[in-house]
């Protein structure tokens, strides 16, 4: 299997700017969560999916922040409008079905954000 | 509420050293936990995790973890660090209900030196 997979590994952007995350969670995994890492703050959930409805997303920082899973094989995470405080790495995971709580989440390599 | 603290944000050890990672959680359910690592620019991968059972609990790359209820602590620990265990390290212990989601400690970055 790939993995999860997130696009772009990187991207730089001007504050302001629309800036698009994308995820694609491992094949059978019905849940998926949007964290964010920063020296700072550490790692944050931002949300969380399951079945492609979103379960929690009191993480998410404010409105400038949303996220769809609109399938099971795809999620995005937007910023609009982009601000430099939103410089972080942003990770995605998926968890497979029926594992309850106990179960393994699977990160993606990340997603590399910078806003000048 | 659930929670983790991860005692010591940087640990330094000499390559053939003990390495010993603490944890501490506070959960008003039997808890589940994990410690993940995270290699440089790289995502989280899975250590090791404690669900029911044996104590004791042996992970990847020569690494345990004993879950202590009496001390409510979930130390993570290797007999001899390797250069490539430089890593930060992630306690974490999921919630109860059937969600997946998980509550991460802060961090522990390990230096190992030559």
């Known amino acids: 299997d790939a993995g999860v997979i997130q696009s772009p590994r990187h991207e730089v952007t001007e504050m302001g700017q629309e800036v698009t995350l994308r995820c694609k969670p491992i094949s059978g995994h019905n849940s998926l969560f949007w964290y964010r890492q920063t020296m700072m703050r550490g790692l944050e959930l931002l949300i969380y999916?399951?079945?492609?409805?979103?379960?929690?997303d009191s993480g998410m920082p404010e409105d400038r922040f949303s996220a769809k899973m609109p399938n099971a094989s795809f999620s995005t995470l937007k910023i609009q409008p982009s601000e430099p405080r939103d410089s972080a790495v942003y990770f995605c995971a998926s968890i497979r079905p029926g594992s309850g709580y106990y179960n393994e989440q699977f990160f993606g390599p990340g997603t590399r954000l910078t806003v000048l | 509420a659930q929670s983790v603290t991860q005692l010591g944000s940087h640990v330094s050890v000499s390559e053939g050293a003990l390495v010993l990672l603490r944890c501490n959680y506070s959960s008003s359910v039997p808890p589940y936990l994990f410690w993940y690592v995270q290699y440089p620019n790289q995502g989280l991968q899975l250590l090791l995790k404690y669900t029911t059972g044996a104590t004791l609990v042996k992970g990847i790359n020569g690494f345990e973890a004993e879950f202590k209820k009496s001390e409510t602590s979930f130390h993570l620990t290797k007999p001899s660090a390797h250069m490539s265990d430089a890593a930060e390290y992630f306690c974490a212990v999921s919630l109860s209900g059937n969600t997946g989601k998980l509550i991460f400690g802060q961090g522990t970055t390990l230096q190992v030196k030559p």
């Open positions: 999916f399951n079945n492609n409805v979103p379960i929690d």
